[in-house]
């Protein structure tokens, strides 16, 4: 039996983000690896006959380790025909989706990428915020805010230098460490967004500015998993004004 194996991206969150491709690979599916974010609508595009098998990863919380799913992938490739590793976002961003792929691909199963609506751009977008705007950003960084050791990446350390747009992917953690250091570097007015849950029911959005956010997400019981946005372009978001004196006026 020659099988495949789709690694999937699932997008932001909500199911309607789904691409038709992504829709397609799930329904085929003999059995589905699936991620901590993978909403239940998601899943439920799979037949009532599919494994589910949950491979789930937060913040310190690992059910397995990356050995462990890279394993299991094969291991039901070499079970089933249609094998799907769901995954949040896009796989390719932040995702270690090509470490999964140059794994299973040693084995000589093959292997085909269904691409998903990132976060990164998606979840600003539907909450009016654009990460490029003609006379205020000229182009935009995604990074992350952790390296393997646990500190801040020297990529985040880096984006105080840039007018660009910054999104910062699985950051919350380390807003404190972001905000000290923009404030040592003067941007303490900058607009941020941070953003929690984005495109489902449960999201949550609070602006600010650099010398206000931590305040505002700590009375706002904003947690995670979000993303943060960082420039100008936070302040071309319509209800930035108004929330930003309403925030600053109960804080103070």
């Known amino acids: 039996m020659k099988s495949k194996v789709h690694i999937v991206g699932a997008g932001p969150g909500s199911a309607d983000l789904l691409t038709l491709r992504a829709v397609k690979a799930i329904k085929n599916a003999d059995v589905i690896l699936y991620d901590a974010l993978i909403c239940q609508e998601t899943l439920d595009f799979a037949s009532p006959m599919c494994e589910m098998i949950y491979v789930g990863k937060r913040a310190a919380k690992h059910e397995y380790s990356q050995e462990t799913i890279n394993q299991l992938i094969v291991e039901n490739a070499f079970r089933y025909k249609n094998v799907v590793r769901l995954k949040g976002g896009d796989p390719y961003i932040f995702g270690r989706g090509h470490e ?3 794994y299973v691909s040693a084995f000589g199963i093959d292997v ?3 691409p998903g609506i990132s976060s990164a751009i998606a ?5 009016n915020i654009p990460l490029t705007k003609r006379g205020v950003s000229e182009s935009f960084w995604v990074v992350t805010a952790t390296n393997k050791k646990g500190e801040l990446t020297n990529d985040v350390k880096q984006t105080v230098y840039s007018n660009a747009t910054i999104v910062v992917l699985m950051g919350v953690s380390k807003l404190p460490e972001i905000v000290d250091w923009y404030s040592k570097n003067g941007k303490e007015n900058l607009p941020v967004a941070v953003i929690q849950n984005g495109s489902l029911p449960s999201q949550k959005i609070v602006t600010g500015t650099i010398s206000t956010i931590q305040k505002v997400v700590k009375q706002k019981k904003v947690g995670t998993p979000a993303i943060i ?4 372009v936070v302040a071309s978001r319509p209800e930035f004004i108004s929330e930003t004196s309403i925030y600053n006026k109960n804080i103070n």
């Not at 979840?123 to 909450?127: F, G, M, N």
């Not at 946005?229 to 100008?232: F, K, P, R, S």
């Open 229 to 232: 946005v960082l420039g100008e």
């Open 112 to 114: 085909e990428v269904v």
């Open 100 to 102: 999964e792929f140059e």
């Open 123 to 127: 979840v600003p977008e539907l909450e």
